[in-house]
Structure formats: structure tokens, C-alpha cells
């Protein structure tokens, strides 16, 4: 299965306009606006605590801003590494792999375990009896095979070794090219071997009871 070059056509541009989110009285996200350039890689970093995750979850329409509007979402497909993997416990690597795929796929898991330097013996293995950077290498396959439009991935590197680590970057990069992309990282190395734009969240301008309607 060849990278999806063409995907990027066929859907609308992807932005946040002015997007606020609250948790409870904390105001996470304050007033973000966001333009992920149709057909590029945006990676998105800032300290701990600052929303790169929640902004990802905006994304993939699992939190729903208190303000603000996001773009160009209804017309468009999405795949995603979380943080946490969220990997099917009780299937297999390859199994997981393939929930996301259709039968014409091929010998695409395969392919794809493999250019992530997933073990043929880790191949059929329940994920539960995997490592931490093995599952990662999993997620990070399974969010990247399926021909989606908008490509999210929240510190997809984390736990991979780094005697793998380039390749696994070569690879996501070839996966990524043509495509809109949000890699959420901490790690400028990572940033440049995706061949990324940086975007940097800074911390919410208020945090105050007051705000909170
Ligand atoms: N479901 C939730 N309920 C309440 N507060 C939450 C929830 N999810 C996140 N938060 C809070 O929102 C803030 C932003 O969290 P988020 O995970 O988006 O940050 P992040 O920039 O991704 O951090 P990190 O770099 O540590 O992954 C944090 O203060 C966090 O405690």
C-alpha cells in the first residue's frame, strides 16, 4: 500500500477560530486559533499542562469547545495515535492493525509492522503482552496505513528506542507526505525529521473563577 499523496485534495481547509475550552473553572484552551496548512505537517508543542492533547481531541471532535468554531472537519476522514495507545487488548499486532483496513490491504500490516521494526514474533501477539514501545509501534501503524485525510498523532515517538527511532521517523514521514498532518512532540529532532511546521501553544491568557460562565 503506497503513501496516500492524493488525499489532501479531497477535503477543506482544517482550522481552530478562536477556540476556548473549559474544564470546569479552568479555562485550558483561551481563545486558539489554528490553521493546519492543507497537505503539510504541523507539529504542535509548549509545556506540559498548556492543551496539546485537548486541542487534539478538538480535532477528532471528542471535546466540544464552550467557544469558537473548528473548520473544514465534516468533509474530512481522520486517524489518530493517542497518547494512551487505545489499542484493542486482546487481538493481536497484526490484528489491530488490520480493524482499520480493508481486505484489498494486502500485505499492508505486514509492510507496516515492519517498517516500524516490530519483531515477526511480536507480529500475532495479543498487544496486552506487549511492551510499551512495542504497542506504541502498533498505534503509530495503525493511525498511519489507513488512507485518512487529517492525520493526528499525540507524541507518537514516545518509548521507541533510539535504534529504531529513525527509521520509524522515515517511515511516518513517507506515510505523512502529501498529507494534513498535527504530530504533537517535545522533541525538535522529531519536528525536523518530519520536515514539520512549528507551531508553539503558549498558556492560556486568563485563568480566572470569574471567567468561567
Ligand atoms: N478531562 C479533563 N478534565 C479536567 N481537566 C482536564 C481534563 N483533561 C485535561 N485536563 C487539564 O487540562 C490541562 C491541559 O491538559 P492537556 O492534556 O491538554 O495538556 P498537554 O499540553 O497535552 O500536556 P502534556 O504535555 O503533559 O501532555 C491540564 O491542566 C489538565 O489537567
Given amino acids: 500500500m503506497s503513501a496516500p499523496r492524493d488525499a489532501s485534495a ?15 473553572a479552568q479555562v485550558v484552551l483561551d481563545r486558539v486559533s489554528l490553521e493546519l496548512p492543507t497537505g503539510t505537517t504541523t507539529a504542535l508543542t509548549g509545556p506540559n499542562g498548556v ?11 471528542l471535546v466540544r469547545p464552550s ?10 476522514t481522520r ?21 482499520v483496513l480493508p481486505r484489498s490491504a494486502g500485505s499492508a500490516v505486514e509492510d507496516g509492522l515492519r517498517a516500524v521494526g516490530l519483531d515477526e514474533a511480536a507480529w500475532h501477539v495479543r498487544v496486552r503482552a506487549l511492551s510499551g ?3 506504541r509501534r502498533v498505534a503509530l501503524v ?4 489507513p488512507p485518512a485525510d487529517l492525520v493526528v498523532l499525540d507524541e507518537p515517538f514516545v518509548g521507541i528506542d533510539a535504534a529504531s527511532r529513525d527509521a520509524v521517523l522515515a517511515w511516518t ?16 529532532a522529531e519536528v525536523a ?21
Fill in 133 to 135: 514501545g512495542q504497542r
Fill in 142 to 145: 495503525r493511525a498511519l496505513l
Fill in 193 to 213: 525529521a518530519l520536515g514539520a511546521t512549528l507551531v508553539r501553544l503558549d498558556a492560556p491568557r486568563t485563568v480566572r473563577d470569574q471567567d468561567v460562565a
Fill in 67 to 76: 467557544s469558537g468554531r473548528v473548520s473544514g472537519l465534516d468533509t474530512c
Fill in 10 to 24: 479531497r477535503h477543506e481547509a482544517i482550522a481552530l477560530h478562536d477556540v476556548t475550552v473549559r474544564y470546569g
Fill in 173 to 188: 514521514r513517507e506515510r505523512l507526505a502529501g498529507r494534513t498532518a498535527l504530530v504533537v512532540t517535545h522533541d525538535p
Fill in 79 to 99: 486517524a489518530a495515535a493517542f497518547q494512551e495507545d487505545r489499542l484493542c487488548e486482546h487481538l493481536s499486532a497484526a490484528a489491530n492493525v488490520r480493524l
Fill in 51 to 61: 492543551g496539546k492533547t485537548t486541542t487534539v481531541r478538538v480535532l477528532l471532535g
